[in-house]
């Protein structure tokens, strides 16, 4: 039996790509600094299952430093290292895509750090699709701090709220019941249609409940995203006769191409139960993708270094279930799109190396070179599951 699984730690980074400074970020490190961060803090970050495949051995690849606490030198059980974005972005998009054997070299649209951030001839556009009253916001913003701040009155006036990032993105939230869910998606996909002449990578809808600017996000969040303008390792597995099991937001980031199975998740660790199933499920061929949300979306970009410390320790603690869950012939991948240091100013994404631990039956742990783009990870894994090669990219084991 052979079989893939590509775990995907969203903003993981693991030092500054070379190319960083003209991103504005050189010198930032989601991993180093968080490690730093918790040893001042007199609770060192301790991931024994990441650093026994080799995380901090990766991070020393990618950046010549070893992780703050990570005292394992060699003895590793997973093939490891790091790679560097081709991508113009660093941005979910092209992180994803550029895993998956398809890099983008050509520039995304983006809204500017002004306020109002978005053209008044498509505000007024969608306010004339939509029927609202206005529109709130309208600034870059992160999204768990713009809904406790305009939440009391978006649920007072009705007007949805918009934001972005630095991300090629248009964000829509509102409250479930006060605005309504499927208000909320109809709004989103007039947006999308609406944003195509600025060449937006996705619309995205931002449901959330609560009240008295106590309000939180739910699992009902929608990606509207731009299709990949290519084929990639989802499209060849699917061709090849496999099953591809999308988990989290991976389906909504390839526009549902190249899926066979969509399978959601409130947090991190609902994913992770859902990933254990799907272990069991897959078969022969498969390749199964899933995105852990919650270190971006919840802690690296509202700069909880804490929250996102917390998240990896909870994850590294439950990884020998899905390990147990291997197959002879299956290999598995942990890696991230991009960084997002929840030290670094800012709320936006970071320009970081990515982790490349590859790991299962049969894997002999050793040092890789750093790769010169995301896509050999995709082209490792179509090689290891005997489909024909993406149009980019190298195998590395």
Same mark, same amino acid.
């Given at each position: 039996?052979?079989? $893939?699984?590509?775990?995907?730690?969203?903003?993981?980074?693991i030092?500054?790509?070379?190319?960083a400074?003209?991103?504005?970020?050189?010198?930032?490190?989601?991993?180093?600094?968080?490690?730093?961060w918790?040893e001042?803090?007199?609770?060192? /970050?301790?991931?024994?299952? /990441?650093?026994?495949l080799?995380?901090?051995?990766?991070?020393?690849t990618?950046?010549?430093?070893?992780?703050?606490g990570?005292?394992q030198?060699?003895?590793?059980?997973?093939?490891?290292?790091?790679?560097?974005?081709?991508?113009?972005?660093? *941005?979910?998009?092209?992180g994803h895509w550029?895993?998956?054997?398809?890099? &983008?070299?050509f520039?995304?649209?983006y809204?500017?750090?002004t306020?109002?951030?978005f053209? =008044?001839?498509?505000? #007024?556009a969608?306010?004339?699709?939509?029927g609202?009253a206005?529109?709130?916001g309208?600034?870059?913003?992160?999204?768990?701090?713009?809904?406790?701040?305009?939440g009391d009155?978006?649920?007072a006036?009705?007007?949805?709220? %918009?934001?972005t990032?630095? +991300?090629?993105?248009?964000?829509?939230?509102?409250?479930?019941?006060?605005?309504?869910?499927e208000?909320?998606?109809r !709004?989103?996909?007039?947006a999308?249609e609406?944003v195509?002449?600025y060449?937006i990578g996705?619309? %995205?809808a931002?449901?959330?409940?609560?009240? #008295?600017?106590?309000?939180?996000?739910?699992?009902n969040?929608? #990606?509207?995203?731009?299709?990949?303008?290519?084929a990639?390792?989802? #499209?060849? &597995?699917i061709?090849?006769?496999?099953? &591809?099991?999308?988990?989290?937001k991976?389906?909504? %980031?390839?526009?549902?191409?190249?899926?066979?199975?969509?399978?959601?998740g409130a947090?991190?660790? $609902?994913?992770? *139960?859902?990933l254990?199933?799907?272990?069991?499920?897959?078969g022969d061929g498969?390749?199964?993708?899933?995105?852990?949300?919650?270190?971006d979306?919840?802690?690296g970009?509202?700069?909880?270094?804490?929250?996102?410390?917390q998240?990896?320790?909870?994850?590294?603690?439950?990884l020998?279930?899905?390990? !147990?869950?291997?197959?002879?012939?299956?290999?598995t991948?942990?890696?991230?799109d991009?960084?997002?240091?929840?030290?670094w100013?800012?709320? +936006?994404?970071t320009?970081?190396? %990515?982790?490349m631990l590859?790991?299962?039956?049969?894997? =002999?742990?050793?040092?890789?070179?750093?790769?010169?783009s995301?896509?050999d990870i995709?082209q490792?894994?179509a090689?290891?599951?005997?489909?024909?090669?993406?149009?980019?990219?190298r195998?590395v084991?």
């Amino acid at each position: 039996m052979t079989r $893939a699984f590509i775990l995907l730690l969203d903003s993981f980074g693991i030092g500054a790509a070379p190319d960083a400074q003209a991103f504005g970020d050189a010198g930032a490190n989601t991993l180093g600094h968080i490690a730093r961060w918790a040893e001042g803090q007199g609770a060192p /970050l301790t991931l024994p299952n /990441l650093e026994r495949l080799g995380l901090g051995a990766a991070a020393a690849t990618a950046c010549g430093q070893w992780p703050a606490g990570f005292a394992q030198r060699d003895g590793f059980a997973a093939a490891y290292g790091a790679a560097r974005e081709r991508s113009t972005g660093k *941005d979910t998009q092209s992180g994803h895509w550029e895993i998956a054997g398809l890099p &983008v070299e050509f520039e995304w649209g983006y809204f500017p750090s002004t306020t109002p951030s978005f053209p =008044q001839a498509l505000t #007024d556009a969608l306010q004339a699709q939509t029927g609202v009253a206005g529109f709130l916001g309208n600034c870059h913003a992160s999204g768990t701090e713009i809904i406790n701040r305009l939440g009391d009155e978006h649920c007072a006036s009705g007007k949805p709220i %918009i934001y972005t990032s630095g +991300d090629s993105v248009f964000q829509i939230a509102a409250h479930e019941q006060h605005f309504g869910l499927e208000r909320l998606y109809r !709004a989103c996909e007039a947006a999308f249609e609406l944003v195509k002449p600025y060449n937006i990578g996705r619309v %995205i809808a931002r449901p959330f409940v609560g009240a #008295d600017g106590n309000y939180r996000r739910t699992a009902n969040r929608h #990606d509207y995203a731009v299709a990949p303008h290519g084929a990639t390792l989802l #499209d060849h &597995v699917i061709n090849a006769g496999g099953e &591809v099991i999308a988990l989290g937001k991976i389906s909504d %980031i390839f526009a549902g191409q190249g899926v066979s199975r969509v399978i959601k998740g409130a947090n991190n660790m $609902a994913l992770f *139960d859902a990933l254990l199933g799907a272990a069991d499920e897959a078969g022969d061929g498969s390749l199964t993708f899933v995105n852990f949300v919650d270190f971006d979306q919840s802690f690296g970009h509202r700069r909880d270094v804490a929250g996102y410390a917390q998240a990896l320790r909870e994850l590294d603690l439950r990884l020998p279930e899905f390990m !147990a869950k291997l197959r002879p012939g299956d290999l598995t991948v942990i890696t991230a799109d991009h960084g997002c240091d929840p030290t670094w100013p800012g709320s +936006d994404h970071t320009r970081e190396h %990515i982790p490349m631990l590859y790991f299962g039956p049969g894997v =002999q742990g050793r040092a890789l070179d750093v790769s010169s783009s995301f896509s050999d990870i995709g082209q490792t894994l179509a090689h290891h599951l005997c489909i024909p090669p993406l149009a980019h990219g190298r195998s590395v084991l």
